[in-house]
């Protein structure tokens, strides 16, 4: 199976993601989770990367097709995968499209998840990464933790600089302006699954996985 999570940030891919890889057994491929590993180490995409993403902004096409193509031909993805950030532009998703028909796959969903603009911005400014693992959590329920429930580490919780109010902003712009047409090139392509990302992480999921069903996707 090969999923394409769409949607604003600060939606809930990535958590979605999370659940639906240990379900089916598929990689969670995170494009933003492997820049922030890239940055960690200094590498020299994080240090390409670095800045723009401090700033909202987005890396640039090129890098990111580099690195899709090296991570979607490696051992790991052949069963299938989730794509969690990725295609975010029109030329990102044409570049994916020729690389799935070069090897062969022709199955690919996209699934749109959902959420009002204000609800997304509190939701950003309202929860705080683990900087050891990367998990994502909701400030209120790690309240008086001092230790990642994930991983274990200890202190290691921070508001994400591109969670903060001002750099959220610009996420949220450049969403709309140039990663929402990917949207309509797959809707054209006829292989998309709408979800309401406003309701608890069991609910959307549930949704996930009955609509995955419905189009007999789901084993
Ligand atoms: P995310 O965790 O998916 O919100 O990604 C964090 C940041 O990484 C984004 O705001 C971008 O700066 C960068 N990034 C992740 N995926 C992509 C992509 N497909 N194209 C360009 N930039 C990306």
Known sequence: MRIILFGSPGVGKGTQAKIISKNLNIPHISTGDILRKAVKEQTELGRKAGEIMSRGELVPDDLMIALIKEVLASDECKKGFILDGFPRTTVQAEALDKLFSQIGINDAVLINITADENEIIKRLNNRRACKQCGNIYVLKDIEGMKTCPNCGAEN????RNDDKEEVIKNRLEVFKSTTMP??????????VIEVNGLDT???????????????NLYH
Do not use: C, P, Q, T
């Not at 290691?156 to 508001?159: D, E, Q, R, V």
């Open 156 to 159: 290691s919780f921070y508001l």
């Open 182 to 191: 990917v949207l309509d090139y797959y809707k054209s392509k006829g292989r």
């Open 201 to 215: 992480i069991e609910n959307v999921n549930k949704e996930i996985i009955e609509a995955l069903k419905a189009k």
